[in-house]
């Protein structure tokens, strides 16, 4: 199997004929790992070997591949140290800071109560309904 090329805007990217830069980012941030990658990397540089152990499961040529298409966005470079995020990289992951305090309010609604939250918002809809 041949590696995908990597995304770029103002070309077509998966799920879009449209070229419109942000498309191409949610196909790049969309890949395998990728947001894992950077995510790792938030704090300092990582050896290749240690990037590969923070994000277990994933094969040696995935990782590759995932650094190979940041590189090419700009997003992470070698270090002497092994990979770190480049400027762009580190504006990329203030970006995304927003989604990790959604996420741990997502993961903190319900619990104890042993509702869903599809269940609670169907009873908080009858409640309005009255």
């Not at 959604?102 to 869903?116: C, L, V």
Request: hydrophobic share 40%.
């Amino acid at each position: 199997m041949s590696p995908r090329r990597p995304p770029t805007p103002g070309a077509p990217v998966r799920g879009s004929a449209s070229g419109r830069p942000v498309m191409a980012l949610l196909d790049l941030l969309g890949r395998r790992w990728a947001l894992r990658v950077i995510w790792e990397l938030r704090d300092a540089p990582l050896t290749f070997r240690v990037l590969q152990e923070r994000c277990a499961g994933m094969s040696s040529s995935v990782l590759s591949q995932r650094l190979q298409e940041l590189r090419e966005a700009g997003v992470v470079v070698p270090a002497d140290d092994g990979y770190e995020l480049t400027g762009e990289g580190r504006e990329l992951l203030a970006l995304l800071e927003p989604l990790h305090g959604w996420a741990e309010r997502w993961a903190g609604r319900g619990k104890g109560s042993g509702r869903s939250a599809a269940a609670r918002s169907r009873a908080a809809g009858s409640r309005a309904r009255r």
